[in-house]
């Protein structure tokens, strides 16, 4: 992490945390990490194509899958992520 350009930003009814990469650092961030004690951290992924896919392969699939469970699977593509949305593409 780069502590210079990470941010806290504090209101009544929200906190945000602004993390920044350390300048050698490269890829995307698959997960983090929060909680009030290190011993008891809930684990978080944030939204990317293969965490969405992986999620609903679960959804779909929770216990080992035969081969022909796996082909009939829907093909998942993340098409766009904002703020307030997320638009997927299932074929």
């Known amino acids: 992490l780069a502590s210079p350009e990470s941010s806290i930003s504090i209101s009544a009814h ?3 945390v602004g993390l920044a990469k350390a300048p050698g650092s490269t890829g995307l961030w698959e997960k983090f990490s ?3 004690d290190p011993s008891a951290l809930q684990e978080r992924l944030f939204v990317s194509e293969e965490n969405v896919d992986g999620f609903l ?3 779909f699939c ?3 899958c035969s081969q022909s ?3 009939s699977q829907p ?3 993340v098409l766009d992520v904002t703020e ?3 638009q997927i593409r299932v074929e």
């Open 34 to 36: 929060f909680g009030l």
């Open 75 to 77: 093909l998942i593509e």
């Open 57 to 59: 392969g679960t959804a």
């Open 62 to 64: 929770p216990s080992p």
């Open 69 to 71: 469970a796996l082909e």
């Open 84 to 86: 307030d949305r997320i």
């Open 14 to 16: 929200n906190a945000v």
